[in-house]
Protein backbone atom coordinates (compact mmCIF):
# COMPACT_ATOMS: atom_id res chain seq x y z
CA UNK A 1 0.00 0.00 0.00
CA UNK A 2 1.11 3.88 -0.86
CA UNK A 3 0.46 6.86 1.68
CA UNK A 4 1.20 8.85 -1.34
CA UNK A 5 0.70 8.63 -5.24
CA UNK A 6 1.06 11.44 -8.24
CA UNK A 7 -0.96 11.91 -11.29
CA UNK A 8 0.11 11.40 -14.89
CA UNK A 9 0.17 15.09 -15.76
CA UNK A 10 2.63 15.47 -12.37
CA UNK A 11 4.68 12.84 -13.53
CA UNK A 12 4.99 14.72 -17.12
CA UNK A 13 6.32 17.89 -15.14
CA UNK A 14 8.48 15.91 -12.96
CA UNK A 15 10.23 13.96 -15.39
CA UNK A 16 11.00 17.29 -17.25
CA UNK A 17 12.63 18.77 -14.08
CA UNK A 18 14.43 15.07 -14.10
CA UNK A 19 15.70 15.95 -17.26
CA UNK A 20 17.11 19.65 -16.33
CA UNK A 21 17.60 19.32 -12.36
CA UNK A 22 19.39 15.23 -12.26
CA UNK A 23 18.36 13.79 -9.01
CA UNK A 24 15.25 15.48 -6.83
CA UNK A 25 12.95 15.15 -3.51
CA UNK A 26 9.59 16.43 -2.79
CA UNK A 27 9.35 18.26 0.34
CA UNK A 28 6.01 19.47 1.92
CA UNK A 29 7.00 21.41 5.28
CA UNK A 30 3.04 23.12 6.46
CA UNK A 31 5.06 26.71 6.53
CA UNK A 32 3.24 29.80 6.07
CA UNK A 33 2.38 30.92 2.28
CA UNK A 34 3.03 27.92 -0.37
CA UNK A 35 5.28 25.60 2.16
CA UNK A 36 1.60 23.80 2.36
CA UNK A 37 2.13 22.70 -1.53
CA UNK A 38 4.54 20.00 -2.18
CA UNK A 39 7.89 21.59 -3.21
CA UNK A 40 10.05 19.98 -5.50
CA UNK A 41 14.09 20.05 -4.90
CA UNK A 42 17.57 18.95 -6.29
CA UNK A 43 18.66 16.64 -4.03
CA UNK A 44 20.44 17.34 -1.82
CA UNK A 45 19.23 21.65 -1.94
CA UNK A 46 17.03 20.69 1.21
CA UNK A 47 18.25 20.37 4.41
CA UNK A 48 16.95 17.23 5.60
CA UNK A 49 16.64 15.97 9.22
CA UNK A 50 14.78 13.65 11.99
CA UNK A 51 11.67 15.84 11.91
CA UNK A 52 11.06 14.75 8.07
CA UNK A 53 9.22 11.77 7.27
CA UNK A 54 9.56 10.36 4.28
CA UNK A 55 6.05 9.03 2.81
CA UNK A 56 7.13 7.18 -0.46
CA UNK A 57 8.79 7.11 -3.37
CA UNK A 58 7.12 9.38 -6.72
CA UNK A 59 8.87 8.33 -10.02
CA UNK A 60 12.06 7.59 -8.29
CA UNK A 61 11.79 10.69 -6.18
CA UNK A 62 11.56 10.51 -2.72
CA UNK A 63 8.37 12.55 -0.79
CA UNK A 64 9.43 13.92 2.82
CA UNK A 65 6.60 15.88 4.83
CA UNK A 66 7.32 17.64 8.74
CA UNK A 67 6.64 15.77 11.12
CA UNK A 68 4.49 18.16 12.50
CA UNK A 69 2.67 18.88 8.93
CA UNK A 70 1.99 14.94 9.11
CA UNK A 71 0.70 15.21 12.34
CA UNK A 72 -2.53 16.67 10.68
CA UNK A 73 -2.33 14.51 7.42
CA UNK A 74 -1.24 10.93 8.99
CA UNK A 75 -5.05 10.06 8.18
CA UNK A 76 -5.29 10.96 4.54
CA UNK A 77 -3.77 9.37 1.38
CA UNK A 78 -2.13 11.97 -0.81
CA UNK A 79 -1.95 12.40 -4.38
CA UNK A 80 0.27 14.83 -5.85
CA UNK A 81 -1.20 16.90 -9.07
CA UNK A 82 0.06 20.00 -11.02
CA UNK A 83 -1.31 22.78 -12.18
CA UNK A 84 -1.13 26.19 -13.84
CA UNK A 85 -0.31 29.24 -11.95
CA UNK A 86 2.67 30.45 -9.98
CA UNK A 87 3.13 29.34 -6.59
CA UNK A 88 5.08 31.67 -4.01
CA UNK A 89 8.12 28.86 -3.25
CA UNK A 90 11.41 28.11 -4.19
CA UNK A 91 9.98 24.54 -5.89
CA UNK A 92 11.27 24.17 -9.70
CA UNK A 93 8.38 24.00 -11.69
CA UNK A 94 7.55 27.71 -10.57
CA UNK A 95 9.30 28.85 -13.75
CA UNK A 96 7.42 26.60 -16.36
CA UNK A 97 3.80 28.68 -14.53
CA UNK A 98 3.12 25.77 -12.74
CA UNK A 99 2.70 24.20 -9.39
CA UNK A 100 2.41 21.23 -7.83
CA UNK A 101 -1.20 20.73 -5.60
CA UNK A 102 -2.07 17.86 -3.24
CA UNK A 103 -5.75 16.24 -3.44
CA UNK A 104 -6.32 14.17 -0.16
CA UNK A 105 -8.48 11.56 0.62
CA UNK A 106 -8.86 9.67 4.24
CA UNK A 107 -7.37 6.52 4.42
CA UNK A 108 -9.68 3.68 4.05
CA UNK A 109 -10.13 1.05 7.10
CA UNK A 110 -7.13 -1.48 5.37
CA UNK A 111 -5.35 1.21 4.65
CA UNK A 112 -5.49 2.63 8.41
CA UNK A 113 -4.69 -0.66 10.05
CA UNK A 114 -1.58 -1.40 7.41
CA UNK A 115 -0.05 1.89 8.35
CA UNK A 116 -0.70 1.62 11.66
CA UNK A 117 0.82 -1.61 12.47
Not at 16 to 42: N, W
Not at 58 to 74: A, C, H, I
Request: proline fraction near 2%; include cysteine.
Amino acid sequence: MERVAITEAAITVLEQLKAKHGDLIFHQSGGCCDGSAPMVFEKGDMYLDESDVLLGTLKGVNFYMNQDQFEYWKHTHLTVDITEGRGASFSLEIPLGLRFLIHSRLLTTEEEAFFNS
